[in-house]
C-alpha cells in the first residue's frame, strides 16, 4: 500500500498543448473527417488508455491543434514518438502546465471536427483559415476552451477504400459492424455448402 501512495505522489498530471503540420495531402472524400486523421483517433483511442491520456484532437487547413492531459512522462513518451511520426512537421509545444486533475476525463481522444464555432473563433482572431502558429497565448486558450467546450463529432464519418464508410468516433460502431460482417460470412459460407451438398446429390 505504501508503494502505491508513493508511485500516486510523484505522478505528475500536466496539460500541453501542441501543433503540428500535416505531411499529407487532403484526400477531398465526401466526410468529415480525413482517412488519415480517422486512423490517427482510433491509434489514439487504442493506445492511450494504457498510457493514462486524455485529450482533445482539431484539424483544419492541414493543420493539427492537440491537448493532451495526464503523467508528465507518458506525455513526454507521446511527444518522442509523434516527433518520430512521418505524419507530422513542424511539431511545437504551445504550452505545458500542471494539472490537478484532467478536464477530457472519458475522453482518451475527443475529436471536434470543423464547426461554425471555429469559423466564429477564427474571425475574432482576424484569420481566414485554421492555422495555429499563428496563434498568441490567449487565442491558444480560447480554443482549448472550445475544444473543451464543443461536444464530440459523433457522426463523423470516414472513407475506406471502395467509398464505404465508417463512424471515427463509435468503437461500439466498429465491434457492430465486425459483428455483423461475420454473420454475413458464416450465413455466407453455410450457403456455399449447402449449395455443393446439392449439386453432390443431383
Same mark, same amino acid.
Not at 47 to 52: E, H, I, K, L, V
Not at 132 to 141: E, G, H, I, K, T
Given at each position: 500500500m505504501h508503494g502505491q501512495c508513493t508511485e500516486i505522489a510523484m505522478s505528475r498530471l500536466e496539460r500541453i498543448v501542441y501543433i503540428s503540420r500535416a505531411t499529407f495531402a487532403s484526400a477531398n472524400v465526401a466526410s468529415l473527417v480525413e482517412p488519415e486523421i480517422g486512423?490517427?483517433?482510433?491509434?489514439?483511442? /487504442?493506445?492511450?488508455? &494504457?498510457?493514462?491520456?486524455?485529450?482533445?484532437l482539431y484539424y483544419g487547413d492541414g493543420h493539427f491543434f492537440q491537448v493532451l492531459e495526464g503523467d508528465a512522462a507518458a506525455i513526454d513518451a507521446l511527444l518522442a514518438a509523434l516527433r518520430r511520426d512521418p505524419r507530422h512537421q513542424a511539431l511545437k509545444v504551445l504550452s505545458r502546465t500542471p494539472i490537478d486533475q484532467p478536464t477530457f476525463a472519458g475522453w482518451s481522444m475527443k475529436y471536434v471536427a470543423a464547426s461554425e464555432d471555429v469559423k466564429r473563433l477564427l474571425a475574432s482572431f482576424g484569420h481566414t483559415r485554421f492555422d495555429?502558429? /499563428?496563434?498568441?497565448? &490567449?487565442?491558444?486558450?480560447e480554443m482549448v476552451a472550445l475544444l473543451q467546450a464543443r461536444p464530440e463529432a459523433t457522426e463523423a464519418r470516414v472513407s475506406r477504400p471502395g467509398g464505404t464508410t465508417r463512424p471515427a468516433s463509435a468503437d461500439q460502431a466498429s465491434t457492430r459492424i465486425a459483428h455483423q460482417a461475420l454473420v454475413l460470412s458464416v450465413a455466407a459460407l453455410a450457403l456455399a455448402l449447402l449449395a455443393i451438398v446439392l449439386a453432390l446429390r443431383s
Open positions: 486512423r490517427i483517433l482510433m491509434q489514439s483511442r /487504442r493506445n492511450n488508455p &494504457a498510457r493514462g491520456l486524455v485529450g482533445a495555429p502558429y /499563428r496563434f498568441d497565448d &490567449a487565442q491558444m486558450a
